[in-house]
């Protein structure tokens, strides 16, 4: 296992992303700096807690598909992390989760307001970056955003007149996730150079890999302790927020989770009901069936890679593949 956390990395892949990501933690944390001391400290917060890296890392890998060595590929990759890191500090509010990446939330730690504003500061940052990537750079950040927003708003509204609760919801889960890493995936190959049929490959496996990235986070949620996903399980229950497993035990027709799906239907406050809740699902079928459906999303990952030449980077991206999925195992 590479120190990516990707099976059977070629090293000199390996060593060429290892001097990537040296450049990209150089810029990210020398980029917020700025004049004033507390929006410095809120914005190092998540920088310093650390985290997967896995939108700069894509970067760097799709890089390899043209001229990995060109100057624009760094601050695209630390745009993809800026704008990442932001939505964090948004969606930590809206969750009230006391916890992100093993530390304490900024919200938990400053209040909702100062983690707004610094979610916002970060999407300044990001924006400043894009200003030196052209104009193609620009626009395929702006409509990521919007994907995201969209993502976030269906997620808030729910399905509507009688939509599917898991087509809605793996939309929601395509906007909210996978348009950031398809985006990641896209700057990498579309400022090294690569092939314009390079890039187009490249986006949409990073759109389904995206997918299958938040997919496996469901299944960590309820699966996992907290000290192995540095996030505190069940969050999602105690908003009311579904997810693929349990919109799985929701479609259930099994006349013994009645009492489950009831508590389902809404946020659970208490915390014993939640670990309560927890416990159940751990042992239910609706987890076993939420990873086949993880794998199902990864094999399309896999599907996607089909065009690509035969190199290091494409044997890379197949065992991100395997990655993702293990993870959740």
């Given at each position: 296992m590479s120190s990516f956390g990707i099976p059977d990395l070629d090293p000199a892949l390996e060593a060429g992303l290892a001097t990537g990501m040296q450049g990209v933690e150089h810029l990210l944390r020398e980029h917020i700096k700025g004049d004033y001391p507390l929006v410095e400290e809120t914005s190092r917060?998540?920088?310093?807690?650390?985290?997967?890296?896995?939108?700069?890392?894509?970067?760097?890998?799709?890089?390899?598909?043209?001229?990995?060595?060109?100057?624009?590929?760094?601050?695209?990759?630390v745009v993809c992390e800026l704008t990442h890191l932001a939505t964090l500090y948004h969606d930590d509010v809206m969750d009230e989760a006391p916890l992100r990446r093993g530390v304490e939330s900024a919200n938990n730690r400053w209040g909702n307001t100062i983690a707004i504003l610094t979610?916002?500061?970060?999407?300044?940052?990001?924006?400043?970056?894009?200003?030196?990537?052209?104009?193609?750079?620009?626009?395929?950040?702006?409509?990521?955003?919007?994907?995201?927003?969209?993502g976030q708003i269906m997620e808030t509204q729910g399905p509507q007149n009688g939509e599917d609760p898991l087509a809605h919801y793996l939309r929601?889960?395509?906007?909210?996730?996978?348009?950031?890493?398809?985006?990641?995936?896209?700057?990498?190959?579309?400022?090294?150079g690569a092939p314009r049929e390079t890039v187009e490959t490249l986006t949409k496996f990073g759109e389904q890999i995206g997918i299958a990235f938040q997919l496996a986070d469901d299944v960590i949620d309820i699966a996992s302790e907290s000290s192995q996903s540095?996030?505190?399980?069940?969050?999602?229950?105690?908003?009311?927020?579904?997810?693929?497993?349990?919109?799985?035990?929701?479609?259930s027709n099994k006349?013994?989770?009645?009492?489950?799906?009831?508590?389902?239907?809404?946020?659970?406050?208490?915390?014993?009901?939640v670990q309560q809740v927890l416990r159940a699902l751990r042992t239910h079928d609706g987890l076993q069936q939420a990873r086949q459906q993880l794998g199902n999303i990864a094999k399309?990952?896999?599907?996607?890679?089909?065009?690509?030449?035969?190199?290091?980077?494409?044997?890379a991206l197949f065992s991100l593949c395997d990655a993702v999925v293990d993870r959740s195992a």
């Open positions: 917060h998540l920088v310093a807690a650390g985290g997967k890296r896995l939108r700069p890392l894509l970067t760097l890998i799709s890089s390899h598909f043209g001229d990995p060595t060109r100057k624009e590929v760094i601050p695209a990759a979610g916002d500061y970060l999407f300044s940052k990001a924006s400043d970056l894009l200003a030196d990537l052209g104009p193609e750079a620009v626009r395929l950040q702006a409509r990521t955003f919007e994907r995201l927003v969209i929601v889960v395509g906007d909210k996730t996978g348009s950031l890493i398809a985006t990641s995936a896209r700057f990498g190959a579309l400022l090294s540095g996030k505190t399980p069940g969050t999602d229950l105690r908003e009311g927020v579904p997810t693929l497993v349990t919109l799985n035990v929701m479609a006349a013994e989770d009645a009492e489950l799906k009831e508590l389902l239907s809404a946020p659970i406050h208490d915390e014993v009901v399309d990952a896999r599907t996607a890679l089909g065009p690509l030449p035969l190199n290091s980077a494409t044997s």
